[in-house]
């Protein structure tokens, strides 16, 4: 297992802990890969996932960003390199089939607040906060930080928290939407929404994230797509468990279990 990444599983949940405290959990090439590994094969060997979070170890920070150690020196091939990598890996995050909860303590900057952008929500504790400070470092975010963000808070507050560098303290990320809850306890918040999740069909919840991601892109009648998507699972075995139970008045058991 990587010493940088952490990765436990208990009820279905898989917790993936970004373990750098003493760099406030900066994403380091390896803590990219690792995250990497995961989403594409390595959730495979737990059966029964619900849901993937992703924390930092410690009360400090989330991830206060890329590591700008690695920067020095790099050319710009590398750079645009490194920026693409991070990228495809927070693309697998977006795109995965299973709800990704970002659980956020203290600092989610730059590289941090981009991937927890690209988790599907976003718990804060009381002491979050959210920014992108790259261009204080006379850069931009590198892994779609300016899309994810605009995409979440309109492009009016993305464009001012970027060319300000503002970072938001949790209520005003909560007003903005770009935290979905802020709590003392974001972990236990985080697996109460599972608890919820839990109870609905595997197959159309992989579904709801694919449509929410289709909207933005361009090419995509999201609208007609989600008709097919529809008509698909209304003839799956799963919503013939879901709504036969419903009208046989009892509880649907969508993973074969009590
Ligand atoms: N990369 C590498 N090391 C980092 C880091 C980062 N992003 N952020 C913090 N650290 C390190 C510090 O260098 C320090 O290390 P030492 O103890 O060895 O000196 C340690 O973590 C603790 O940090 P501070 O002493 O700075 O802690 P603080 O409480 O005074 O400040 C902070 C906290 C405001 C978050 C500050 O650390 C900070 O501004 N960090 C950088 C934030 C940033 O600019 N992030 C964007 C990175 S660029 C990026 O992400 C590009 C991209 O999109 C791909």
Request: net charge neutral; with cysteine; glycine share 8%.
């Amino acid at each position: 297992m990587s010493e940088v990444l952490f990765i436990s599983e208990s009820e279905g949940i898989v917790t993936l802990t970004i373990n750098r405290p003493k760099a406030l959990n900066a994403l380091n090439k390896e803590v990219i890969s690792s995250i990497g590994d995961f989403f594409s094969s390595g959730y495979k060997k737990y059966t029964n996932l619900v849901a993937v979070l992703i924390t930092g170890y410690g009360d400090k920070a989330f991830a206060a960003g890329a590591d700008i150690t690695e920067f020095k020196d790099l050319n710009k091939e590398q750079a645009t390199d490194l920026s693409l990598r991070g990228k495809k890996v927070f693309d697998s995050i977006e795109n995965f089939h299973l709800p990704v909860i970002a659980v956020i303590k203290g600092y989610a900057l730059g590289g941090g607040l981009e991937l927890a952008m690209a988790c599907h929500m976003r718990i804060g504790d009381l002491q979050a906060k959210c920014g992108l400070p790259e261009l204080s470092l006379g850069l931009v975010p590198g892994y779609s930080g300016t899309i994810r963000l605009t995409h979440l808070i309109g492009k009016a507050k993305a464009l001012e928290a970027l060319i300000t560098g503002h970072m938001f303290n949790s209520e005003d990320a909560l007003r903005l939407g770009l935290l979905n809850h802020i709590d003392e306890s974001p972990m236990e918040r985080a697996k109460h929404i599972v608890s919820k999740i839990k109870r609905n069909g595997p197959i159309a919840i992989s579904k709801a994230i694919e449509l929410t991601n289709t909207i933005y892109i361009p090419d995509v009648d999201t609208d007609n797509y989600e008709s097919q998507i529809f008509g698909e699972l209304m003839v799956s075995e799963e919503a013939k468990e879901g709504f036969g139970a419903f009208l046989e008045k009892r509880k649907a058991n969508f993973r074969n279990k009590n």
